[in-house]
Each structure stands twice: as structure tokens, then as C-alpha cells.
């Protein structure tokens, strides 16, 4: 067995091995993918996308009590714990408000592109208790979500979908005058193109093959608004910054997920620009990944408690 994956957030459910008995109990067809590697760990091959799409399913169930979670073979099948992650430490920032963690649905969060999967808003309120509103452009994505919720009917009053009708604004449309928001949650479009999405998706497959002999399998799953955008990441959360200083009163916190580090100075300095009260960079460990969040409010920090109330 493994050691404790002690990189994740302290809080989070998937720190230890993953139990593949009651993995399997919850997802039996998943046994067809799991088998002992050459370290003598029970695992699966990560490079194989139904297989990670089943292990997704039962971690759900079991740890989230998700019932009939499933995605299209076109989406992005993403890593729930460091999806949880995520979520845990924004858990952290707004206790920093309080000296606690709030907890229950007066807690509003938004999560901008929740795709077909809807991971974020799943583990947010199955964690905290928090009201979520997940938004996008694609409309596949969209219904793939509405149908995890239609198999969950408890989530149908705390966890809404909204379409983005415009691909060109991220806030706008979204956020409503009266809106009165927690936290904004995003994990943006990484590459500029198409080409560039392939060839990072290729690279990733070699790291995951155990054989370097062997040709690695193309698990290119992702719709184009999941995986790159004109500009890629810089472009998107510049865009999503400036946007923000439209809602800077409706809003706690703001915060986005930044894989590159390089990118992180120039959106600093717009924040600056665009007059931000306080700005963090939380970095965030996921076996050899490195990922960050950037988060920013517009509101004093006198002001913050009252946001509770």
C-alpha cells in the first residue's frame, strides 16, 4: 500500500489509498480495470479514460453519496481529489473571516465552467452545506449536469445551472443586481489552441506509460470551451479580473485557478490596477503537480463579517 498522499489538503477524504474492495462494492465494473502494478500497489491505469471515469463514479458515491454520476466520453474526466482540494481551501479562506469554516446554504458559491462533470458544486455541498450555481457556454455540458442532479433530487434546490449565452464574458449575464455572492471558484481553459491542448495531452499519456516501448493511449477527452481559448489562460483570467471590478460589491471573494506560474505576476499587477483590497496566491500540491489559487476581494476587511450575517 501507499503512504499517505500528505500533499492534499488535510481535510481531504481521498489523503489515504484508495480502498479498491469498496471502491469496487460501490461500482462493481470497475474491477475489470484495477490490477496489482510492479511496486506491488493496487491501482488502475490512469491513462485508460473509463477506467478513470468509473473510479470518478465510485469516489463519488462513496465518499459523496453522488448517485448515477456519469459524463459523455467527449468531456473532461477530472481528478476528484484535486478537485477537492479546491474546494477545502476556499473552505480556509473564508474561515479566515470568521475563525470557522461557514457552513449551510447561506454560503452562495459560483462556479464558472462546471462542464458535464459539475465536480465542484457536487463536493462543495457535500462538504459545507454551501449553495452552489454552476455556469457555461455549452449546452451539451449543461444537460449532461441537469441529468446528475435529476438522479440526486435532494441537490435540485441547492445547486442550480445557468447558461452563459455570450463566450465572450465570464460574470456578465451571470451575476444578477440583486446577487449577493461567497466565493467565485474557475478552472480556466489551460492551452491557446487546439494543437497546443494535443501535444500537452501527449505528453501527459508518456508520463503516465509505465512502457516507454509501448505507444501511449490518446485519452484526449475535453470539449474545446474545457480545454483552451483564444489567449489560453492569461487572456482568460485577465478577462475574468477585469470583469470582476464590474461586481466588486456583490462578490467576498474571487478566485481562479492558475497552473502557470509565470502568469502570475502580470495578473498581480492588473489586480493592483484594477484596485484590489487584498489578493492571495494559495499554492496547492497534487503528486508532482503544481497548481495554485489566485483569489482576490474588493471588500475592506472591516466589511468581510457582515458578510456572514
Not at 284 to 290: E, P, S, Y
Amino acid at each position: 500500500m501507499s503512504a499517505e498522499k500528505s500533499s492534499l489538503h488535510t481535510r481531504n477524504l481521498h489523503r489515504n489509498p484508495y480502498d479498491f474492495d469498496q471502491l469496487i462494492s460501490c461500482v462493481p465494473e470497475l474491477k475489470h480495470y484495477v490490477f496489482t502494478n510492479a511496486y506491488q500497489t493496487v491501482t488502475i491505469n490512469f491513462s485508460i479514460p473509463k477506467a478513470v471515469k468509473l473510479l470518478n463514479k465510485a469516489l463519488l458515491l462513496h465518499f459523496y453519496h453522488i448517485k448515477g454520476w456519469d459524463i459523455p466520453d467527449t468531456n473532461l474526466c477530472p481528478p476528484i481529489p484535486g478537485r477537492a482540494d479546491y474546494v477545502h481551501y476556499i473552505a480556509d479562506l473564508l474561515a479566515e473571516q470568521l475563525d470557522e469554516i461557514p457552513t449551510g446554504n447561506s454560503v452562495k458559491g459560483l462556479d464558472i465552467g462546471t462542464g458535464a462533470n459539475l465536480v465542484y458544486p457536487l463536493i462543495s455541498h457535500r462538504s459545507y452545506g454551501w449553495t452552489m450555481m454552476g455556469t457555461d457556454i455549452n449546452q451539451d455540458s449543461l444537460k449532461n449536469a441537469q441529468h446528475i442532479l435529476d438522479q440526486n433530487p435532494d441537490l435540485s434546490s441547492v445547486i442550480q445551472l445557468k447558461s452563459q449565452p455570450d463566450a465572450d464574458h465570464i460574470f456578465v449575464n451571470m451575476i444578477k443586481p440583486e446577487d449577493r455572492l461567497t466565493f467565485t471558484m474557475c478552472n480556466p481553459p489551460f492551452h491557446d489552441s487546439e494543437e497546443s491542448a494535443m501535444k500537452g495531452n501527449i505528453r501527459k499519456m508518456k508520463n503516465l506509460h509505465q512502457s516507454k516501448k509501448s505507444k501511449p493511449l490518446l485519452n484526449f477527452s475535453g470539449q474545446q470551451s474545457e480545454l483552451w481559448c483564444e489567449g489560453g489562460e492569461l487572456a482568460f483570467i485577465t478577462k475574468m479580473i477585469h470583469e470582476s471590478a464590474l461586481f466588486s460589491t456583490q462578490v467576498l471573494w474571487f478566485t481562479c485557478l492558475v497552473s502557470k506560474k509565470d502568469n502570475l505576476n502580470k495578473l498581480t499587477n492588473l489586480l493592483k490596477k484594477v484596485k484590489a483590497a487584498e489578493v492571495k496566491t494559495i499554492d496547492m500540491a497534487q503528486g508532482q503537480k503544481i497548481s495554485r489559487i489566485l483569489a482576490w476581494t474588493f471588500i475592506p476587511q472591516k466589511d468581510r463579517k457582515s458578510w456572514f450575517i
